[in-house]
């Protein structure tokens, strides 16, 4: 039997194990991907932890949400796909489904789009779940076009590829984070905010004239979901991808705005609308082959043999960008 290496979880908050397990075989719609990049979310340490209820994965378990790599075989009922395509995509290490910090994956065709052929297997790796969460947020939500003012909170994973997306729209862009993302922010062409300068009625006033956003994006959850209700403009629309907790809705009713929720992860866990998702990823390859969007990677390089490192950068947040391990 063939075999391949996979970093295997086998209790939640345990170490990583390297072990040799037998190589996956596609089967119906599915193909068999060589690994060559992970990316890490921050969502992946709290499924090793157990901590992320709404992303269950039983263990023993193998992780990664994220893949880039080389379609090696392909299985039954699979169109669009053959040996010796470069792929990328978000297909599995949730629901029980095999993750990518593996040498191999058999992973759902539906998922999977072809890499950009301008950007390398780590840039690839690094996208499909920030991209994903984007799109459905600015595109499938709330439909967001050019003129609008899109406000977006956060400028990390998922905020640094929604400012981009909405550039790419013909937006009107602002971003709040720290001020030592200033520069960066604004070589994507948005207008920084520095939340500890400026509070959200300061911003509003300052960038809208006090009526308020067009759009609000919240990629951060608890505090920032309650100042995207203030910062939407009447009949404006607020959508976050961490939507959970309690929150005062009278800011959104008294201006008839509305609220829409992303969860990326819904086509993984029920199997429904995956299609979808690799559509939006071919809508990722288009757009950063066209120069529009472009991930935004850590400087330091992991492998299977240290991914415990790069779990504990992240939990600590000690990081400047997204992190991959090189599985190759």
Not at 2 to 28: C, G, Y
Request: aromatic share 6%; with cysteine.
């Amino acid at each position: 039997m063939a075999t391949m290496k996979a970093l295997v979880l086998d209790s939640h908050d345990a170490p990583f194990r390297l072990a040799e397990i037998p190589k996956p075989t596609p089967a119906e719609r599915e193909v068999l991907v060589r690994i060559h990049a992970s990316g890490i979310n921050p969502l992946d340490t709290k499924i090793r932890k157990g901590a992320a209820a709404h992303a269950r994965h039983p263990v023993p378990a193998i992780l990664g949400i994220d893949l880039a790599g080389v379609v090696e075989a392909v299985g039954p009922d699979v169109a669009g796909f053959r040996p010796g395509d470069e792929v990328y995509g978000m297909t599995g290490g949730v629901g029980g489904i095999q993750g990518s910090l593996a040498e191999y994956a058999a992973v759902d065709a539906r998922l999977l789009a072809r890499k950009p052929s301008n950007l390398t297997m780590r840039e690839a790796a690094a996208l499909p779940l920030v991209f994903i969460t984007a799109w459905e947020g600015l595109v499938d939500r709330v439909g967001a076009r050019a003129g609008q003012s899109v406000l977006v909170l956060g400028g990390g994973g998922v905020g640094h590829i929604a400012v981009q997306l909405a550039m790419a729209l013909g937006a009107d862009v602002c971003a709040v984070d720290g001020a030592r993302k200033a520069d960066y922010l604004s070589s994507l062409g948005a207008t920084p905010i520095d939340y500890a300068s400026e509070d959200v009625d300061d911003y509003v006033r300052k960038y809208t004239g006090g009526r308020g956003f067009d759009v609000v994006y919240d990629t951060l959850g608890g505090p920032s979901l309650d100042a995207a209700f203030k910062a939407v403009k009447r009949c404006g629309h607020v959508v976050s991808s961490l939507g959970w907790g309690t929150h005062a809705l009278a800011p959104l009713s008294f201006k008839s705005a509305t609220y829409s929720g992303v969860f990326t992860l819904a086509p993984l866990l029920s199997g429904e609308g995956r299609e979808h998702q690799g559509e939006i990823m071919r809508e990722a390859t288009k757009l950063v082959e066209a120069d529009k969007i472009k991930p935004r990677l850590d400087h330091r390089s992991f492998g299977l043999s240290d991914v415990a490192a790069a779990y504990e950068a992240i939990e600590m947040r000690k990081i400047d960008g997204k992190l991959v391990v090189d599985i190759d």
